[in-house]
């Protein structure tokens, strides 16, 4: 299969409900999107492995989850007043603004098929551009009156610092994980839900001993990466990028990204940052008695020292700080691209590849024609477009993406191509999402073979009403086509398993010993077997891990 495009994982989630443009119906707004029923399973599935592994099958972890609102002081001392700010320039001719640093990724917005740079454009100079969202707190609006939606989950670990050490009575080493929303004014979101203004974070803030980070850091990398790579990440997708020291934040002494091949190329998917004692100390008051060894702002508002008592020394220290964060969202796109699959499962007939092959023809001479959609679509079409047809039949399953992309429904030939090329995508080829069965976001779906016979029906909806009984197996029941085009559809979300009820089962076809047994598919290999309903809850859970 050719490399997956952002154009297939983005036109798969909306037609199956995974992740949806947010406020659509008002024109979306820019930098954020809604899980749709699907979508909010596997990103559920994708948290809970991450909480599983990092704080229930750990000995040293606590979890936590901290308040997004924040007092605004948090903001000024872990500096991000300061320094959480993107380089910004204006162009004076197309009135467009972009990320000075990310020009490459931005387009000019008077020539969409050109980087700003590449067309007449005249820039100012950068400035900084805080991405922090401001917010009011209570009802009278003043200048006191404000807080900042938290641009990352980090800092609500570091302020409980001392009220979790209080309470759990830890000793160092130990970590403290917390998932949530994080919210950034980003200047060019891009990329779906790669770059967003609203996202999840899955952070660990982890405490060592000073002198003991370098080792940490280290393990913590190697960790993490094998986390990804046990989801289902492949290590040639998978790369690390030690950051040089230009590019650290503030924070940091030491920083590798986990790099992910997305559609986009790699980038990052996770950062794994060494912070030395700067957030602790930041956070502390007296910071002259600490011995610190980072540069903070001199804090004269906090109440506390944030600080661990060694009974080794008898002495107060300041714990250095590792922290793997990783993006939610990123992790989403991670794992549909990861699992994206198209496979041609028989020939086509040649007048069939034919029609298909002049419908497209058609269209994107349309497209050319068209002066309805805009520069930047009719580009982005074409392209496309052009793509595809270089490669086809193998690629008759981009199609769909093809006229889901924008522009392309005001494209009247648009629904001849669709007509033509729906009947050979169900008759040759499959769309599969080969993701693990913990991910998936519907485990198994029972099938009836026929939904108008009762005594099929009937044990079909309690098979999958048992299977869901105890609440690990997210089961569903669909009646609503032909096997073919339901396991078609499974295949499509990643469904693992799907069973089918049938005259066997009845003790009704041609081999008696079949009864109360049931067909089960699996995806990845299309393979059925036979099993007796009472061993299905052994045999699925065996095959779940
Ligand atoms: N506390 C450290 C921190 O926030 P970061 O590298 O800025 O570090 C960590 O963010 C992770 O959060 C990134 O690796 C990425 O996965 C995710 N992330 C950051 N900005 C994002 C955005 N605008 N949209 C989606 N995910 C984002």
Not at 483 to 497: A, H, K, N, S
Request: glycine share 6%; charged share 30%; net charge negative.
């Amino acid at each position: 299969m050719p490399a997956v495009t952002m154009d297939q994982i983005v036109s798969l989630c909306k037609r199956r409900g995974f992740i949806f443009p947010g406020s659509e119906i008002y024109g979306g707004l820019q930098g954020t999107y809604d899980y749709g029923p699907l979508g909010v399973e596997l990103k559920n599935n994708l948290k809970a492995a991450w909480w599983r592994a990092n704080v229930y099958e750990r000995d040293d972890m606590e979890g936590l989850d901290a308040a997004i609102l924040m007092n605004r002081l948090t903001w000024k001392y872990s500096g991000h007043e300061e320094t959480f700010v993107d380089p910004l320039v204006d162009c004076l001719v197309c009135k467009g603004r972009f990320r000075a640093d990310r020009l490459h990724d931005s387009r000019c917005l008077r020539h969409p098929s050109k980087r700003p740079g590449e067309c007449e454009g005249q820039f100012t100079e950068p400035r900084p551009f805080n991405m922090m969202f401001k917010t009011q707190v209570g009802p009278v609006a003043d200048a006191d009156s404000f807080a900042y939606l938290r641009p990352e989950t980090a800092q609500g670990i570091f302020v409980n610092f001392g009220n979790v050490l209080a309470t759990t009575s830890r000793k160092l080493p130990f970590g403290i994980a917390q998932i949530g929303k994080a919210f950034r004014n980003e200047i060019n979101p891009r990329n779906f839900i790669f770059r967003v203004r609203e996202f999840e974070q899955m952070e660990i803030e982890y405490f060592v001993r000073p002198g003991e980070e370098d080792a940490w850091h280290e393990r913590w990398l190697e960790e993490r990466l094998a986390w990804w790579r046990n989801l289902g990440l492949s290590s040639d997708n998978l790369h690390v990028y030690p950051v040089p020291p230009s590019e650290l934040a503030h924070y940091s002494k030491a920083t590798y990204d986990l790099m992910y091949r997305f559609p986009i190329g790699f980038e990052e998917l996770e950062g794994i940052a060494s912070r030395s004692d700067y957030d602790l100390g930041s956070h502390s008051k007296e910071q002259e008695r600490l011995g610190l060894t980072a540069r903070v702002i001199p804090n004269n508002d906090s109440t506390e020292r944030l600080t661990y008592f060694d009974q080794a020394t008898n002495q107060h220290i300041v714990p250095f700080v590792i922290e793997p964060s990783a993006g939610v969202d990123r992790g989403v796109l991670a794992l549909l691209t990861e699992g994206y699959d198209e496979q041609q499962v028989k020939a086509i007939r040649p007048e069939r590849q034919h029609t298909v092959a002049e419908a497209l023809t058609a269209f994107l001479k349309s497209v050319d024609r068209n002066e309805k959609i805009s520069a930047e679509q009719r580009d982005a079409l074409l392209e496309r477009g052009e793509a595809i047809s270089r490669d086809l039949p193998a690629a008759f399953p981009q199609i769909p993406a093809l006229l889901d992309m924008p522009g392309a429904s005001s494209i009247e030939l648009g629904k001849k191509l669709r007509g033509q090329v729906e009947p050979a995508l169900d008759e040759a080829f499959r769309t599969v999402l080969h993701l693990k069965p913990a991910l998936a976001p519907i485990k198994v779906a029972v099938l009836p073979l026929k939904r108008n016979q009762p005594d099929i029906v009937a044990i079909a909806r309690q098979i999958r009403k048992d299977l869901q009984a105890d609440g690990t197996m997210r089961t569903i029941y669909d009646d609503t086509g032909a096997i073919g085009r339901l396991y078609r559809r499974q295949d499509e979300i990643g469904t693992p398993f799907c069973i089918t009820v049938d005259f066997d089962t009845l003790g009704q076809g041609k081999e008696p010993v079949l009864q109360q047994t049931v067909t089960v598919r699996d995806r990845d290999s299309m393979d059925q077997e036979r099993v007796p309903i009472a061993e299905l809850r052994t045999y699925l859970a065996e095959r779940m891990r």
